[in-house]
């Protein structure tokens, strides 16, 4: 147990910060993935083909390769093509981008393939006649999405959200090759300098599970909230 | 671009992916077994057995592979007693405590929808062998096993895609996979696009392979 304890003797601070860590990043990634899926749902939905085919091509790439590999692509790509844009304003200096935020695109990037096909999934649910209904009332384009179309397409993507967020809070533990330190990280640290790898990665377990437990109850009341009426 | 790298790494690519397959059959393997296991188990009406196969699936589901994979092969071997006995010749094997890891984990996700495929079964197919005298061995390694395959083929298709992405992380315990040898190229050229193009065109090959037979066994044993 003196291995958790707090201050410099023990890790129990660090992998309290590390767990803040992971919170961080999951929640930017899976804002950033909700960015994404603002751009790309309404093209998967177009009735044009070839806005359609980008939005296929973005879901299809990111849910077929695996996570690991897209972080790979953005840890040691990251910092090139920021360069590169650089380049092209005359600023030729060596750019290093924090580990956060590579971490947080990748994520967010593989996060919001899955969101895109969970609202489209919803949006698609909804029956035509609200559409119809809606506009047959005069009701604006504006005021058909956010008063009439959204509220109930959460209803049915918020069971399906709350997988993306389980998935994505998985996904963070991968980060830790590129060096951010979150639970994983820490716990390699950890075991490393301990020399005690069973207890610092089953404590890590411990931790997500942790994670995963309390976001799930605090999905479900999310759940109920959205379902009034139903 | 660089064409003449995408040309050379190719191979060197195509000959990790076959570690690549070997790591998703065996884990798959093992894994339909354990889920299956676990299933018949979450359908027990003993309560101690049930909670035990829910804990099972419950941690696993919770948990990053990566977790897991590291537990298994970094923290397993610090037990002094697993050293003496015939299991650490398996367990020094970053290749099959990969193994272990990824069956263990398909396992409880392949469970999950086993297990749903086995509710969803009507009650009246059940009864219906039943009035027809047939033995409930029979009913159930007849009857239902097949239905709850038919029936739960979508959802592991997904699962089979799941896990070939979840191969990739053997390469953090050394293992040089599809992922593993993309990474080295990838560090050692610094031409990260060119490599990702080969490694996720194979990746995505694959995939696409995997999601095709899935339909084709679909359509294949569809009831209409």
């Known amino acids: 147990m003196e291995l958790l304890a707090f201050g410099k003797t023990g890790w129990g601070d660090e992998l309290f910060y590390a767990t803040l860590m992971t919170i961080a990043v999951s929640v930017t990634a899976m804002l950033v993935g909700f960015i994404f899926a603002l751009i790309f749902t309404p093209l998967k939905l177009s009735k044009y083909k070839s806005l359609n085919l980008i939005g296929n091509f973005y879901t299809t790439v990111i849910r077929g390769v695996p996570e690991l590999l897209v972080i790979y692509l953005f840890f040691f790509g990251g910092s090139g093509a920021i360069m590169y844009v650089a380049s092209i304003f005359g600023y030729y200096e060596y750019i290093e981008i924090n580990a956060f935020i590579t971490g947080s695109m990748a994520i967010g990037i593989i996060s919001g393939a899955y969101s895109t096909e969970v609202f489209r999934g919803a949006i698609q649910s909804i029956d035509k006649g609200q559409f119809e209904a809606a506009k047959v009332l005069g009701i604006n384009k504006y005021g058909q999405f956010y008063k009439i179309i959204l509220p109930q397409m959460l209803r049915l993507a918020i069971p399906n959200l709350s997988n993306v967020w389980q998935i994505t809070l998985k996904d963070t533990s991968l980060i830790s090759v590129t060096g951010l330190v979150e639970i994983m990280r820490q716990s390699y640290i950890a075991a490393g300098s301990t020399r005690d790898p069973l207890f610092f990665y089953s404590f890590a377990a411990v931790l997500y599970l942790l994670l995963t437990y309390v976001s799930m109850k605090l999905i479900n009341k999310l759940e109920v909230r959205y379902s009034r009426g139903y | ?224």
């Not at chain 2, 080969?198 to 009831?223: D, P, Q, R």
């Open chain 2, 1 to 224: 671009m660089d064409f003449d790298l995408m040309i050379t790494s190719f191979p060197k690519l195509l000959g990790a992916t076959v570690i690549t397959l070997k790591l998703l059959s065996a884990s798959l393997f093992f894994g339909l077994f354990l889920g299956l296991f676990f299933a018949i188990l979450r359908l027990n009406n003993n309560i101690f057995i049930n909670k035990f196969a829910y804990g099972y699936s419950y941690i696993f589901r919770g948990t990053p592979l990566l977790v897991q994979i590291f537990i298994i092969y970094f923290g397993l071997g610090q037990i002094e007693y697993l050293r003496t006995t015939f299991l650490w010749i398996i367990l020094k094997e970053p290749y099959w405590c990969a193994i272990i890891a990824f069956t263990l984990n398909t396992g409880a996700y392949t469970s999950e929808i086993l297990r749903s495929a086995f509710q969803t079964i009507k009650p009246g197919i059940i009864e219906a062998g039943k009035s027809l005298g047939i033995s409930n061995k029979i009913i159930f390694y007849k009857i239902q096993i097949p239905i709850a395959i038919r029936q739960s083929l979508p959802a592991y298709g997904n699962e089979i895609i799941l896990m070939m992405k979840g191969t990739s992380l053997a390469s953090t315990v050394t293992l040089m996979d599809l992922t593993g040898v993309a990474k080295y190229i990838i560090s050692t050229t610094f031409k990260p696009i060119e490599v990702f193009i080969v490694a996720g065109g194979i990746y995505l090959f694959m995939t696409f392979i995997i999601h095709n037979v899935i339909k084709y066994l679909e359509k294949k044993y569809s009831f209409q």
